[in-house]
């Protein structure tokens, strides 16, 4: 559907392999292509961008997240940047809520021990993890994604609710505004972290931030990877400074550092925030129809620059 909307409008060219592009396949794209729509392992960096001008004149980025795409630097080579808000939100809300249970009531573990044929069956106190329903949620990033977040948990676990957000946050949850990060951490039961990735956010969550938190706590991430510190990770989960922690994006993907996968106090997914059918078509269509308005001469429906 996608691909029919996008020929249409242009002559369509695509690129067969699901990997990243390397770095030659990025600059001759620039130079070869009026317009490209890259996907989060498409780096285009200020090496990449620098030496303009170019034949190609937008990145329709696929996906919010844009930080593997450098704005300054595509700015500075007159080129436009648009991303896919508001596609992703609810399918990476549910990806959250899935990881806040597995994580809290243990299940990857729990399915580890039934596929390697160990279970000998239920008792009282088999895997005990915490019970979600009631419990005080943090929230790291009060954005589009955090607010859906909030509203399952407390509409659906009746979770009180907490967060940080960089500025004043109105939100149709009852929902209390921490003071600082650290205060954040050091109150509630489980932390989710839902901020864009950048330089901004890099490592925001780090050795401090889970010192802070409770001992029963647990920590979710579905925002970028290089917003945790994942050797500070790693400390926390094997020291017990946390209970557990359920991951879906990591620092350097597709690479999963050994220390985490061999703890069992971690629930670890492949990136599935977006990965339900009907969410990456509507992505693909918006990431089109920025293409379309660019080239109409029209407002922009999705500028990043």
Request: charged share 20%.
């Amino acid at each position: 559907m996608v691909l029919a909307e996008a020929e249409k409008h242009f002559r369509v060219e695509v690129r067969e392999k699901t990997t990243p592009l390397s770095r030659t396949e990025r600059r001759a794209a620039m130079a070869l292509y009026d317009a490209i729509l890259p996907t989060l392992g498409d780096n285009f960096n200020e090496q990449v961008l620098a030496g303009g001008p170019h034949r190609c004149k937008l990145l329709a980025n696929f996906g919010v997240g844009y930080n593997h795409i450098d704005v300054q630097a595509a700015a500075k080579n007159d080129v436009r940047v648009t991303n896919t808000p508001g596609a992703v939100t609810d399918a990476t809300a549910d990806i959250a809520l899935m990881l806040m249970l597995m994580t809290c009531r243990r299940a990857g573990e729990g399915e580890r021990l039934v596929r390697a044929g160990q279970w000998q069956g239920w008792h009282p106190t088999q895997m005990l993890g915490m019970h979600l329903s009631g419990k005080k949620l943090g929230i790291v990033g009060m954005g589009r994604i955090g607010q859906a977040i909030a509203q399952r948990a407390h509409f659906g676990f009746g979770m009180k609710i907490a967060f940080f957000n960089r500025s004043p946050k109105a939100v149709d949850v009852p929902a209390v505004q921490a003071s600082s990060l650290i205060a954040l951490a050091g109150q509630v039961d489980l932390l989710v972290v839902a901020v864009p990735g950048g330089a901004e956010t890099n490592h925001l969550i780090n050795a401090d931030v889970f010192k802070a938190m409770q001992p029963h706590a647990h920590f979710v991430n579905i925002a970028r990877g290089d917003v945790v510190d994942e050797h500070a990770l790693i400390t926390a989960l094997t020291t017990g400074e946390i209970a557990g922690a359920g991951l879906d994006v990591y620092e350097n993907e597709p690479n999963v550092p050994e220390a985490l996968m061999a703890l069992e106090n971690v629930t670890l997914l492949p990136h599935l925030g977006t990965a339900a059918l009907e969410v990456r078509t509507a992505m693909g269509l918006m990431a089109v129809e920025n293409l379309r308005a660019f080239f109409a001469g029209e407002d922009l429906p999705n500028p990043v620059n």
